[in-house]
């Protein structure tokens, strides 16, 4: 029996109503709190819920000190870390779901099960873990001790910061990588093979290009957190000269008299990661075109 057009958008009226309870309305709390006004006597955050008399002015203080004062090195310092940390995350978790998906054979559902392992543990004891490892008395930094190697590595050092993200956000790659390249059809490299190329060549000119939509959707999926990260700098370095947009962030809603201000920021934060979103969108929707064709 034919299905209804009418029936989809019944079935997504649920889903579409959770997401405007649990997101668009928070969403509207935070500009009711950026573009609201401070409690003269206590300094609490009142917000102002009528859009008409929103007032601009602290989000264009915010906005010059990210485009030309204090905040600017904060912003591109997150940019430049997620950006490494992304790098990395792919130069590890790649090969990983590549082995997953082509080469693990029985051992599949083991390695798997190894990869989903982490997310039973708190993030922040995972944390922890590192601290224990890198402190001047850790394992880790007495092993490279034995090396003459002596390094602070929780004294504000940029490198571990981009570690501990790659640490905790690297298994959110892994497992869509792997979702996509196990469903490639393998017949086409290995058609690519019989016509001539090496295995270098197919895998950049066949594997690759069939493997994008799930390398952005990877990307975007451990971007979005990476960006508002705040307790990964906090346990790994608690440095000003590692500060990034989330330790900007909970430090003017939890720790000072200006939450405007934190608002404003994760408003603006908030737009950074649509246009990455819609990046990924309009390429994955330009892949999916390619593939009717």
């Known amino acids: 029996m034919k299905q209804s057009p009418k029936i989809w958008p019944a ?3 649920p889903g579409a109503t959770w997401l405007l309870a649990l997101f668009g309305i928070p969403f509207y709390a935070v500009a009711c709190v950026a573009f609201g006004t401070i409690d003269p006597i206590f300094r609490d955050a009142v917000p102002q819920w009528n859009p008409l008399a929103w007032d601009f002015g602290q989000a264009r203080e915010v906005l010059a000190s990210v485009l030309s004062g204090p905040l600017q090195g904060v912003f591109l310092r997150t940019i430049v870390y997620v950006l490494a940390a992304m790098i990395t995350s792919f130069a590890i978790g790649f090969p990983v779901a590549y082995f997953l998906a082509r080469h693990a054979g029985k051992r599949k559902l083991l390695l798997l099960t190894l990869v989903i392992v982490p997310f039973w543990v708190n993030y922040l004891m995972r944390m922890l873990a590192w601290v224990n490892l890198l402190s001047p008395s850790g394992l880790f930094s007495r092993f490279m001790g034995v090396f003459g190697i002596h390094y602070n590595w929780l004294d504000g050092s ?3 910061v981009v570690l501990g993200l790659v640490y905790g956000y690297v298994p959110f790659l892994i497992l869509p990588m792997y979702a996509t390249l196990e469903r490639l059809d393998w017949r086409l490299v ?3 093979r019989d016509l001539g190329a090496t295995s270098r060549q197919a895998f950049r000119l066949v594997t690759i290009p069939m493997a994008q939509a799930g390398m952005a959707a990877a990307a975007i999926l451990i971007a979005l957190p990476m960006f508002g990260d705040y307790y990964t700098n906090d346990l790994l370095s608690r440095s000003p000269r590692t500060e990034m947009l989330g330790n900007q962030i909970d430090f003017y809603v939890n720790n ?3 939450p405007q201000r934190g608002a404003v920021l994760v408003l603006m934060l908030s ?3 649509l246009v990455a979103l819609s990046w990924y969108l309009r390429s ?4 999916a075109k390619e593939r009717t064709k």
Do not use: M, V
């Not at 994955?284 to 892949?287: C, D, E, H, I, L």
């Open 158 to 160: 940029p490198i571990t």
């Open 256 to 258: 000072s008299q200006q």
């Open 284 to 287: 994955t929707s330009r892949y």
């Open 11 to 13: 079935l997504a009226a």
């Open 190 to 192: 290995e058609a690519a």
């Open 271 to 273: 737009a950074l990661l």
